[in-house]
């Protein structure tokens, strides 16, 4: 069994890899400077604590993608102005 805990644990890290590269490609196409990238990352998350009171609440690409406008109005200098 602890080979299989430990394959678990790999493939959640592997899968957690790459949740943060899609967070950041959605943050790229949401405007996101790639210098600022890292910062956005930080603000992201910060920003989940100010949209979400309750941790159950599903989290679905909807959203996502109103914790990304939200962090446009909030932070708009992670953003570019093209």
Request: charged residues 40%.
């Amino acid at each position: 069994m602890d080979k299989r805990l430990k394959s678990l644990e790999v493939e959640v890290e592997e899968l957690t890899i790459h949740l943060a590269d899609m967070l950041e490609a959605a943050l790229h196409f949401a405007g996101v400077k790639d210098e600022l990238m890292e910062d956005a990352v930080k603000s992201y998350i910060e920003v989940l604590d100010d949209f979400f009171d309750n941790d159950d609440e599903e989290m679905g690409y909807k959203e996502i993608v109103k914790v990304i406008e939200y962090l446009k109005v909030k932070k708009p200098l992670l953003f570019s102005t093209k």
